[in-house]
């Protein structure tokens, strides 16, 4: 018995070894590693039913209990059977793409395996096929209750090569040979499996921890980068601040030269061929002309691609990716190499993701600007409510977010964004649409939450229908904002605050209810008809939101406020839905 089991290993050693040279191949990590769609699922089952074919034909031909032929097999005896690792891949494969791909490996394996003959043939093909689909549904059970471990697996990929050797007792004749096959081949197999599959998953898994932390390296590098240079994009496109901007993407980057450019001229341009690309000239190379025109990323792997002037020119590569405002190409991102090989799709993916977070960077820089340029008195009133420290509080937030939860930060930077600009855009409008007003508190409440995500609960109750009813804007978010830091201010958990918003009587009405510490009676007689000077606040959003309520509805809008200390406080907003003032 014991004799066939260094001919197992040497028989898994094989099957390791081709696993292994596929997983330094890029297809075969993104097979595996795929959502598993009906394309993936086709290729996951032509990979390990070839696995299983493979098996078959590097097994261990057993003629009486005694090996008769450990070579490359094609055909086998009637009286005779095979020792193999069959089992191994077809139990993989369920494993990782589920009951399809496990029967679909099982299947090929299994026919393959009967096609050669063998005493056996039927018991062995029929139990590939059932370890196929049991290790399907296996799979997809433990992943969705907890991961799948290499004990696990070993244990149970050893079981079904058990059940394997109890379908052979059952199904092949004569039962005696069945019997002293069972005796010869059964422990052999049972073990080299398992030690087979225990290599085959770390190989797996090994597969997808490198690439998990590749990409957890290129988040991190890429969000350093962006906290590095995001000073400087706040001072817009400019020679002095893209010089800095490139200087720290040189020695961020495997690049050799980086540029940076507006619509019509280079802005910056550091590293190697600075002799002839010349900041505050026109365009130097062709290709950034095509990428301004387009919009869309080039890649140049070639030294002709870049279409440069100088014939000398040690620039070999380029990825020119644009950098974007409200979907407007207002400049180029230029990443150059003097080796085409440099290049890579590591540097791609990076420059890529750089370019989308410059983007969004000097879409805040512009709105950073534009809101200097208000010269409305009462929208910057209102403004005004948006504490200096709120965008700062928001990007401290988001930079510890970029070291432990990358895409919560961008999704963070995004709602930053969105915030500033329905900020700008509410500023010009005398009237806006209530999803527009929705959003705007959306965003608002992301970056709130962001920093105390324990701290209260946002309950949402909206009448449809409603989404078009015209409101001014800054209306509904500074009573957010109020419940937030005012309603809260002594309570660490269990906050609630309910926005109803529904129609009643030919009015929209919109109801801010928290359950906070509640205002005081003396402060509730005059809240609302003046700014009241307090620790805490000026009242300057509720006095605000009642004279323009008063000013564009003509006293038909109306804002009432209810409270009871230590128990909180109810704010009742009626817009008339038959209101036509025009959108200024």
Known sequence: MLHLLPFMIEKI???????????????????????????????????????????????????????????????????????NTRIMGVFIGGLIGGPVVGLGSGLIAGIHRYSLGGFTATACAISTILAGVTAGYIGKWRRKSRKITPFFTVTVGMTLEAVQMIIILIMAEPFANAWELVKVIGLPMIIGNGFGTLLFVVII??????????????????????????????????????????????????????AITDDHRVLSHVGAASDHHTPLEGLATGLTKKVLEQGVIHVARAKKDIYCFQDDCPLQAAIVIPLKVHNTTVGALKMYFTHPEKLNEVQQELAEGLANLFSTQLELAQAEQQTKLLKDAEIRALQAQIHPHF??????????????????????????????????????????????????????????????????????????????????????????????????????????????????????????????IGIKSERMRVLGGQTVDSKKGTGTAIYNITERLEGIYNGRASLMIRSEVGKGTLITMAIPLDHKGENE
């Open 205 to 258: 898994q090994s597969v997808l921890g490198d690439e998990e932390r590749t990409r957890a390296f290129q988040t991190n590098r890429t969000f350093q980068i962006a906290d590095q240079t995001l000073p400087f994009f706040r001072q817009g496109l400019n020679p002095v601040s893209c010089k800095e901007i490139s200087e720290i993407l040189l020695l961020g980057t495997d690049a050799d030269a980086v």
């Open 391 to 516: 965008l700062f509080n928001a990007m401290n937030t988001i930079s510890v977010l970029c070291r432990t939860d990358a895409e919560r930060a961008r999704e963070l930077l995004i709602d930053l964004s969105a915030f500033f600009r329905s900020n700008l855009q509410g500023a010009r409008q005398l009237l806006i649409p209530l999803e527009k007003e929705l959003e705007h508190v959306k965003a608002y409440l992301s970056l709130e939450q962001a920093r105390f995500p324990n701290k209260y609960q946002i309950v949402w109750e909206m009448e449809s229908g409603l989404e078009k009813v015209l409101l001014p804007p800054f209306s509904l978010q500074p009573l957010v904002e109020n419940a937030i830091h005012h309603a809260f201010s002594n309570i660490k958990k269990n906050g609630k605050i309910i926005i109803s918003i529904y129609a009643e009587n030919e009015f929209m009405n919109i109801v801010v209810e928290d359950n906070g």
């Open 13 to 83: 050693g094989i099957i390791v070894i081709v696993a292994f040279l596929l997983s330094q191949m890029k297809s075969f990590r993104q097979i595996v590693q795929g959502e598993h769609k009906t394309s993936g699922k086709i290729q996951l089952t032509i990979l390990f039913g070839a696995f299983g074919i493979i098996s078959n034909y590097t097994g261990i031909e057993i003629h009486h209990n005694a090996i008769a032929n450990h070579s490359w097999l094609v055909t086998i005896g009637s009286d005779n059977a095979i020792a």
